[in-house]
Structures are given as structure tokens and as C-alpha cells.
């Protein structure tokens, strides 16, 4: 086997089982930094063993065994006596890997405890559980990377320190925790989301498990309304994959994508359970985002999109959520309903002018507005400050669309 088919293997077993073994392996020693610093010696140690041996028939099994090794080393080099059965128990059954669907479960509702700053509840879940770096955190919560990773190390020794207990916790309590892991794994399906053309086959990875642990919530708790919404707007948006690329893998906007394209049986799941969720009674965030798909959904029944209905839907929305990314979504339906101009004021209203989104919603105002020299440097900002080179293709071209003053 060569390094590169090792490494190919380690990355696929990275992707689809991280969260899975930091999981396994924090519950045991309630110490996430020192569980993915052995599961990172465990990913150095394949990468030089995996080439001269094979791929193991069972890779998380050998990985975790790895680990649990690397752990055990560790604690005996710093003399942790009070660790030390653990770690024997934990070395004594090296070769167990059992599936424990709901570990990654736990370990989100343990990252959302009371004694942890409830700014980086979610930051923390998306980086132990799903293995995103900080960098890709800091850009889902629109801050600087190494901010990130300072309060994502305080968190972790906040876990390790105040000896937080490794388990879902009782039933009345979750709960309180729930909307920050609700927001992790929206974030973290958002991340995927991002990844149109499966460039990075980790960020596909991360939307199907976003939507797994969506569903394994609502399984937990199929009395809280919001997780359902949670769900019901994933599946929504999900449906619409297959349409965000043409032919030619270039990018192809909501408003201009083929409905017909749209996966019906996600559509039809997310309508019936967005519909049980509304006959709960609580309405919540995730309900009205899951609202809004809908009203999206329905232009593949009526051939036309009911505009007015979703500025209605944004402005309820803002008032729960006042969001960013809301704010900004709420500018572009406004100015889509036939009132560009009071999007640009609402635009003006929003102080970060480093969100992509927000340079592209004026870009489309103003050209609607017939301001079209500004629409063009509006337009050309947000091209710069996207990854995709597909979307920057997309908007760069708008300014060859737009008629020069």
C-alpha cells in the first residue's frame, strides 16, 4: 500500500468517525483536549504503520486502541494516581469498539453545561464532536481564528477542571441546553452547506451528520418543536442540492434554480414535519427559518414565489433572532418584494461589513435601484470575499449583466 492510499484511508476515517472517538474516548478520561491529542497521536502513528501494513479491516477500532495506548502513556508518565484505574480498565478492553450512537449525542449536551460560556457552547461542539478546526469555526461565528482557539482551550480545561460528568443529562435538563445544540448542529450542517461541489468530501461528511444528529434529537426529545423545525429546515434545504450546480458546475442561485431538480421526498418530509411541529404550539427560531424553505419549496407547485409572505416571515424572524445572516436575508427578500430602496436602509442598519452576503444583497439592491456603477464595486467586493470559486464567478459576471451608467 502506498502513503498516499494511507493517508486517503485515514482522512475517510477522520471524516467519518472523529467525533465518534473523541466521544468514546472523553468519556472515560472527562479530559476532550487530552482525548483529541491521543486521537491525533493516533493519526500520526496510521499514517507511518497503515503503509507498511495495510488498512486495518476495523480502522476506528484500531485507532481508538491507539489512542486509548496513547492516554494510557500519558497518564502514567505524569503520575496520575488518581487516573491510573481508569486508564488500566480503559487499556483492558483495547480491542472493544462498540457503536454507541448516542456518545456524540452526549458529548454535545456535555459542551452546553451551565459552567461553560455559553458564547462558545456551540464553537466547542462543532470543533470536539464533528473535528472542525478553528479557523472554520471562527468563520461560521464571524471572528478571528486565533480568538476562537483561545476560548475554545478554556472551555476544554473548564470541562477537565470542574470534573463535568460524561452523560446525557436528566431528562428535565436538557432542555435548558438544547437551543445551543440545536445552533451546533446548524452550524455545522451550514459548513457542509457551504461545500456545493463536494470540493471537500469532509464537508458533504458534515451535512449528512449534521442531519443524523438532527434526527437523533428529535428522537430524544419528539416534544420539543424546535428540533423538529430544526430538522424540517435541513431537509429543506438539503432537497435543493442537487440544483445549486448546472451542467457545467456552475452556480445557480434559488431564485433561478430549476424546482424540478428539487428532491420531492426531502420536500415532503420536511413539510409533515414542520406541520407536526406547528401543531405543538411553541412556535421558535429553527420553525420560522424552516417557514421560510417552505414558502421557497412551494414555487415548485406554483411557479412563482410568494415574496410578501417571506419578508412577513424575516421580520418575526429578526425579532427572535437578530442575526446577521438573518438581518441581511431579510434585506435581500425585501428588496426582491419590490422594495429595494428599503433594503439598502436596512442594510446601512447592520455594522459588519465583512459578511460576504451583506455585499451581495446591496450589490442586487442597488442594481434593482438603477445604481449601477455602485452595484458593480458592491458586487466585485462580495466575489472577493468568497471561497467558492463558482459563486465568484457568478457575481463577477453580474457586473457584466448590469448596464453602465
Not at 457552547?121 to 468563520?139: E, F, K
Not at 470541562?159 to 463535568?164: S, T, W
Not at 409533515?272 to 414555487?299: C, D, K, N, T, Y
Request: glycine residues 6%; aromatic residues 6%.
Amino acid at each position: 500500500m502506498t502513503a498516499g492510499e494511507a493517508r486517503r484511508a485515514a482522512e475517510r476515517a477522520a471524516r467519518q468517525s472523529y467525533g465518534k472517538l473523541v466521544a468514546i474516548l472523553s468519556a472515560r478520561t472527562r479530559d476532550v483536549a487530552a482525548a483529541e491529542d491521543a486521537l491525533a497521536d493516533a493519526f500520526r502513528s496510521a499514517l507511518q504503520t497503515w503503509p507498511e501494513r495495510g488498512v486495518p479491516d476495523r480502522p476506528e477500532a484500531w485507532l481508538i486502541t491507539a489512542a486509548r495506548r496513547s492516554l494510557g502513556h500519558v497518564a502514567r508518565h505524569a503520575r496520575v494516581v488518581d487516573a491510573g484505574q481508569a486508564m488500566l480498565e480503559m487499556l483492558a478492553h483495547d480491542d472493544e469498539m462498540v457503536e454507541i450512537p448516542d456518545q456524540r449525542l452526549a458529548l454535545l449536551f456535555i459542551c452546553a453545561h451551565p459552567a461553560i460560556d455559553r458564547a462558545v457552547q456551540a464553537p466547542l461542539m462543532l470543533q470536539t464532536v464533528l473535528g472542525l478546526d478553528a479557523q472554520r469555526i471562527a468563520a461560521c461565528f464571524l471572528t478571528s481564528p486565533a480568538a476562537m482557539g483561545q476560548r475554545l482551550v478554556r472551555a476544554k480545561a473548564k470541562i477537565r477542571d470542574a470534573g463535568i460528568a460524561f452523560a446525557v443529562p436528566d431528562r428535565d435538563a436538557l432542555p435548558a441546553r438544547l437551543d445551543a445544540v440545536l445552533s451546533a448542529i446548524y452550524a455545522a450542517y451550514g459548513t457542509g452547506w457551504e461545500d456545493v461541489h463536494d470540493a471537500e468530501p469532509r464537508g458533504k461528511g458534515l451535512a449528512e451528520e449534521a442531519l443524523w444528529l438532527a434526527r437523533v434529537v428529535v428522537g430524544l426529545l419528539p416534544a420539543s418543536a424546535e428540533a423538529r423545525g430544526l430538522l424540517a429546515l435541513m431537509l429543506h434545504c438539503e432537497a435543493r442540492r442537487p440544483a445549486r450546480r448546472d451542467g457545467e458546475g456552475c452556480f445557480v442561485p434559488l431564485d433561478r434554480q430549476d424546482p424540478s431538480r428539487w428532491r420531492a421526498d426531502m420536500i415532503a418530509e420536511a413539510e409533515a414535519i414542520l406541520a407536526s411541529a406547528g401543531r405543538m404550539g411553541r412556535p421558535g427560531r429553527f420553525q420560522i427559518e424552516a417557514a421560510i424553505q417552505s414558502v421557497h419549496a412551494a414555487r415548485a407547485r406554483t411557479g412563482a414565489t410568494n415574496w410578501p409572505a417571506l419578508v412577513a416571515l424575516y421580520d418575526h424572524l429578526a425579532e427572535l433572532a437578530p442575526a446577521v445572516g438573518v438581518l441581511v436575508a431579510r434585506a435581500a427578500a425585501t428588496a426582491a418584494a419590490g422594495d429595494p430602496a428599503a433594503a439598502i436602509v436596512q442594510l446601512d442598519g447592520i455594522g459588519d461589513r465583512r459578511y460576504q452576503p451583506w455585499w451581495a444583497a446591496r450589490a442586487r439592491a442597488l442594481t434593482l435601484l438603477g445604481r449601477h456603477p455602485e452595484a458593480a464595486e458592491a458586487f466585485a467586493t462580495a466575489a472577493g470575499l468568497t471561497e467558492d470559486a463558482a459563486v465568484r464567478a457568478y457575481l463577477l459576471a453580474q457586473i457584466s449583466v448590469s448596464p453602465p451608467a
